[in-house]
Protein backbone atom coordinates (compact mmCIF):
# COMPACT_ATOMS: atom_id res chain seq x y z
CA UNK A 1 0.00 0.00 0.00
CA UNK A 2 1.36 3.75 -0.60
CA UNK A 3 -0.07 6.96 -0.75
CA UNK A 4 -1.36 9.38 -3.23
CA UNK A 5 -2.47 12.77 -3.76
CA UNK A 6 -6.38 13.46 -4.52
CA UNK A 7 -7.87 16.50 -5.56
CA UNK A 8 -11.03 17.97 -3.22
CA UNK A 9 -12.54 19.96 -6.72
CA UNK A 10 -15.29 21.78 -4.54
CA UNK A 11 -12.08 23.47 -2.36
CA UNK A 12 -9.42 23.74 -5.69
CA UNK A 13 -9.40 27.56 -7.06
CA UNK A 14 -7.49 26.46 -10.35
CA UNK A 15 -10.73 28.33 -12.05
CA UNK A 16 -9.41 31.76 -10.54
CA UNK A 17 -5.53 30.89 -11.71
CA UNK A 18 -3.65 28.78 -9.24
CA UNK A 19 -1.31 26.40 -10.57
CA UNK A 20 0.85 25.63 -7.10
CA UNK A 21 1.10 21.81 -7.41
CA UNK A 22 1.05 21.61 -11.23
CA UNK A 23 3.85 23.97 -11.21
CA UNK A 24 5.84 22.29 -8.22
CA UNK A 25 4.33 18.66 -8.79
CA UNK A 26 8.32 16.81 -9.67
CA UNK A 27 6.79 14.01 -11.69
CA UNK A 28 6.38 15.39 -15.35
CA UNK A 29 2.32 15.30 -16.22
CA UNK A 30 0.95 13.66 -12.88
CA UNK A 31 -0.96 16.99 -12.15
CA UNK A 32 -3.32 18.51 -15.07
CA UNK A 33 -5.68 21.38 -15.46
CA UNK A 34 -9.37 19.46 -16.45
CA UNK A 35 -9.90 22.45 -18.82
CA UNK A 36 -13.43 21.30 -18.74
CA UNK A 37 -14.49 22.04 -15.11
CA UNK A 38 -11.13 24.23 -14.36
CA UNK A 39 -9.89 21.98 -11.34
CA UNK A 40 -6.66 20.28 -10.82
CA UNK A 41 -6.79 16.44 -11.53
CA UNK A 42 -3.65 13.78 -10.36
CA UNK A 43 -2.83 10.94 -13.09
CA UNK A 44 -2.75 8.60 -9.89
CA UNK A 45 0.32 5.91 -11.72
CA UNK A 46 2.23 8.87 -11.76
CA UNK A 47 2.41 10.31 -8.45
CA UNK A 48 4.95 9.19 -6.49
CA UNK A 49 3.83 10.02 -3.14
CA UNK A 50 5.91 13.09 -2.42
CA UNK A 51 3.53 15.17 -0.61
CA UNK A 52 4.71 18.67 -2.18
CA UNK A 53 1.59 19.32 -3.81
CA UNK A 54 -0.23 18.96 -0.21
CA UNK A 55 2.81 21.51 0.99
CA UNK A 56 2.08 23.87 -1.68
CA UNK A 57 -1.27 24.12 -1.71
CA UNK A 58 -1.99 24.02 2.14
CA UNK A 59 0.79 26.82 2.11
CA UNK A 60 -1.37 29.12 0.33
CA UNK A 61 -4.50 27.68 2.24
CA UNK A 62 -6.72 26.18 -0.33
CA UNK A 63 -6.36 22.96 1.55
CA UNK A 64 -7.45 20.38 -1.09
CA UNK A 65 -4.95 17.82 -1.74
CA UNK A 66 -5.41 15.23 0.81
CA UNK A 67 -2.98 12.10 0.15
CA UNK A 68 -5.05 9.18 0.68
CA UNK A 69 -3.82 5.06 0.58
CA UNK A 70 -3.88 3.09 -2.14
S1 LIG B 1 -2.58 24.13 -5.50
FE1 LIG B 1 -4.55 23.44 -4.65
S2 LIG B 1 -6.02 25.06 -5.21
FE2 LIG B 1 -4.19 25.32 -6.49
S3 LIG B 1 -4.65 24.23 -8.41
FE3 LIG B 1 -3.57 22.79 -7.03
S4 LIG B 1 -5.21 21.69 -5.93
FE4 LIG B 1 -6.12 23.52 -6.84
S1 LIG C 1 2.37 13.72 -4.09
FE1 LIG C 1 4.17 14.45 -5.25
S2 LIG C 1 4.16 13.23 -7.11
FE2 LIG C 1 2.13 13.03 -6.21
S3 LIG C 1 0.90 14.62 -7.21
FE3 LIG C 1 1.72 15.49 -5.32
S4 LIG C 1 3.62 16.54 -5.89
FE4 LIG C 1 3.05 15.12 -7.56
Redesign the pocket.
Known amino acids: MYNVAE??AE????QKG?????MYCPEANC?Q?DSQNM??IIVESRCKGCEL?VV??DA?K????TMVAR
Open positions: VNACVACRLCIILKACVCAHNAI
